[in-house]
């Protein structure tokens, strides 16, 4: 009770600042040490309501120009400073328009900013990867216990689920900070490129194959799940707040689009196609990253239930089932007691790959992006003429492609044809001491450190912002649901299928085997090469689905 009592208080202590807040022209009369003065141009990205209670915003670069808030006109200009007081939690977006009579558009700038309650308890990142991995230990030792009740809590509910919650949890209690972490970015760019090629060093191409049409079915009913939910998910709302087809929220949405279909490339790809604003961008995220982790834990959730949900759908996961024993047996078969120079060799050759993928990335994306960037249309301000009318087919083709000028993109793509190609040299038998155990190890990691990037709390504190928006991203997801589940039902295919196809296009390469492996670790790669698909069609998937969400905004 006490313990209950405590997580409280925390709570009501991170909702406490939540009031709207405040903005004026400041004045001869305001005194600079009650407030933290800060430029325009030098905005951190992260302040603390408890530690800022107000922020003075001055202009030094930036003459006559108009101050837009969280994109509303503010009725100020730049040639005095402003004071923003009751910080409230959140993302929070100043823009720029200069004045110029001359121009059909306007010059702007934008800087973004969060607030959050308080600072964390623990920012060094040392002490919180001791605390993830406490959380991991706990969560492993209570799963593997002979407790009846603990054994009838995990028959419910998936150890892999409490490693994205529990974190969450302690993020959204201000305990640790995924904003002052660098934590999700080491695992993302070291961790995962190295758990794809672990994971792919035993991968069975040939039984793969054998798994049949239902994989590719899968994903691309997922694929169009999303795109037709987005539009019916606008629409359903709009009945109820028709003011959602007003504005430029279509635009938002479109962000959304690219993310649940390609990732984050095509996601920025879709806010530079239809030039989604700021803060409304801002918005977006907070709404992809919760609907999407929301449902990601429904997935895993059911990966408890599989067997009677492919009952339910009359699927035949013999083929599933053949793969996972074959690797099993391949396993048992090279199995050794690990030595030290097992490890060093594997890991070596392992983080080999990473060096050289991240090398070939970062010599391949720029390339191709300053490539694509050349195929714009050069920007000319105030030339009289709407810079839209401007653009061209180059301009399409060039945003169309945009993932492919991504440094993520290569290095999943080239960490995964690095482990696809050692499975056909003797390094597969890198699988004996122990190589999908140590990729396992490594998404778990992945998993709690995307867990720490979620605030429920932020959420909550700005439920007046988020509720429509909020409302139409858990519509849109669950009518991508409800095609996975008609298809999955007529085709009779397994919940593997179903799951790892979603997560293919609603979490990428960093989900998708991770939901693959919470069936099977030795079923990983099938989610790390769905997921490359993904990539490859999202931003087409997007476009198609924003033309529709637009045509029902604007008629």
């Keep these: ?37 800060v430029d325009y141009d030098e905005l951190q990205s992260l302040y603390y309501a408890s530690v800022v209670s107000a922020l003075k915003i001055t202009f030094a670069e930036h003459d006559s120009s108009y101050v837009i808030f969280d994109g509303d006109s503010t009725g100020l200009r730049t040639n005095n400073p402003i004071i923003l007081t009751n910080l409230e939690r959140g993302d929070h977006t100043l823009t720029l328009w200069d004045d110029c009579d001359v121009c059909e558009e306007r010059n702007q700038s934008s800087s973004s900013f969060k607030v959050k309650a308080s600072e964390p308890w623990f920012s060094n990142d040392a002490v919180v990867f001791g605390l993830l991995m406490i959380v991991l230990f706990f969560v492993f030792k209570t799963s593997s216990s002979s407790n009846k009740r603990l054994k009838g ?53 040939p039984a793969i194959k054998r798994l049949g049409s239902k994989a590719i079915i899968m994903f691309f009913t997922a694929t169009v799940g999303i795109i037709i939910g987005g539009p019916v998910a606008l629409w359903l709302i709009s009945l109820i707040a028709p003011e959602v087809l007003d504005g430029e929220i279509w635009r938002g ?33 907070v709404v992809d990253v919760f609907v999407a982790n929301v449902f990601m834990s429904i997935l895993l959730f059911g990966t408890g239930m599989n067997k009677k949900i492919n009952k339910f759908f009359k699927a035949d996961d013999s083929a599933i089932e053949a793969l996972k024993t074959k690797m099993e047996n391949f396993q048992a078969s090279v199995k050794k007691v690990a030595t030290f120079n097992d490890l060093i060799y594997m890991l070596g050759i ?85 190589a ?35 409302s139409i991203g858990l519509i849109w997801i669950l009518i991508h649901a409800i095609f996975l589940f008609i298809v999955a039902k007529i085709i009779k295919a397994p919940f593997f299928y179903v799951a790892v196809g979603s997560q293919a296009n609603v ?15 030795s079923l990983a790669p099938v989610g790390v090469l769905l997921a490359v698909l993904g990539y490859a069609v999202g931003t087409f998937g997007a476009i198609l689905c924003t033309i529709m969400m637009q045509w029902l905004s604007q008629g």
Excluded at 172 to 182: D, K, L, P, T, V
Excluded at 375 to 381: E, L
């Design 153 to 205: 809590f995990y028959k419910w509910v998936p150890a892999l689920l409490l490693c994205y919650f529990i974190p969450a949890g302690l993020n959204s209690a201000g305990i640790i900070s995924s904003e002052e972490s660098s934590l999700y970015f080491i695992a993302s760019r070291y961790l995962l490129p190295a758990s794809l090629v672990l994971l792919c060093l035993s991968i069975d191409i």
């Design 507 to 521: 979490g990428g390469a960093a989900s998708a085997p991770i939901v693959a492996s919470a069936f099977s670790p």
């Design 253 to 285: 949405l479109s962000t959304v689009a690219g993310s649940w279909i390609g990732g984050g490339a095509n996601q920025t790809a879709m806010k530079e196609i239809y030039g989604a604003s700021d803060t409304l961008f801002s918005a977006m995220i």
């Design 1 to 37: 009770m006490r313990k209950f009592l405590f997580l409280l208080g925390l709570l009501v202590v991170n909702l406490s600042v939540t009031a709207k807040i405040d903005l004026r022209a400041a004045t001869d009369n305001d005194i600079d040490s009650l407030h933290t003065v």
């Design 436 to 470: 999908s155990k140590m990729g396992s190890l490594f998404l778990y990691i992945l998993v709690a450190t995307i867990g720490m990037k979620m605030d429920i709390m932020e959420l909550w504190a700005n439920w007046g912002v988020f509720k429509f928006l909020l």
């Design 350 to 434: 392992t983080f080999a790959c990473v060096g050289l993928a991240h090398l070939l990335a970062d010599e391949l994306a720029p390339v191709i992006s300053s490539g694509l960037e050349a195929m714009h249309t050069p920007y000319v301000p105030c030339t009289g003429v709407v810079f839209a009318d401007l653009q061209g087919w180059n301009d399409t083709a060039a945003n169309l492609m945009v993932s492919f000028g991504s440094g993520f993109f290569w290095l999943v793509v080239f960490s995964t044809i690095f482990g696809v190609v050692l499975s056909f040299t003797k390094f597969r038998n890198f699988e004996g001491v122990g």
